[in-house]
């Protein structure tokens, strides 16, 4: 008799649990984690993926408007469906910028089981 496979996701940031060992996370968490990374990663900031990200971070300090604003959610959409686009079914984006902190509101559903989410994620300025 085989048993189930158990999936087993690294937490991010990585960091040890409790006992010393390699900190988990289940696989919503660990999609909530991809999901941040690409958010809040600027192009070119990875050597071996110079493509990879949304440069949200870049928003914190420029001067808004509401074209910005449209064009970033198209940015970050079109972000999403490459590099997650397996993993997630984005629902519902919507960006906002005020006082030094950007905020993405992202309403997706899990494709490996169909969990449907709301998360916000938050970046501030960091000068």
């Known amino acids: ?12 940031p990585f960091r040890p649990d409790r006992r010393g ?3 988990h996370a289940t ?3 660990h999609v909530h984690d991809l999901i941040e ?5 600027s192009p070119g900031e990875r050597v071996m993926r110079p493509d990879f990200g949304c ?3 870049d928003l914190v300090f420029a001067p808004t408007s509401p074209e910005l604003i449209s064009t970033l959610e198209l940015s970050v959409q079109a972000s999403l469906q ?4 397996d993993l997630i079914d984005v629902e519902a984006l919507d ?3 005020e006082d030094n902190v950007v905020r993405v509101y992202l309403s997706y559903a899990i494709r490996a ?11 501030r300025a960091t000068a």
């Open 113 to 123: 089981d169909g969990a449907r989410r709301d998360d916000v994620f938050e970046g």
């Open 95 to 97: 960006v906002v910028s």
């Open 27 to 29: 696989h919503g968490e």
């Open 82 to 85: 490459r590099w997650l686009g």
């Open 21 to 23: 060992r390699t900190a």
């Open 1 to 12: 008799m085989t048993k189930p496979v158990t999936r087993t996701d690294i937490a991010f």
């Open 37 to 41: 990374q690409l958010l809040f990663t």
């Open 55 to 57: 440069g949200l971070l």
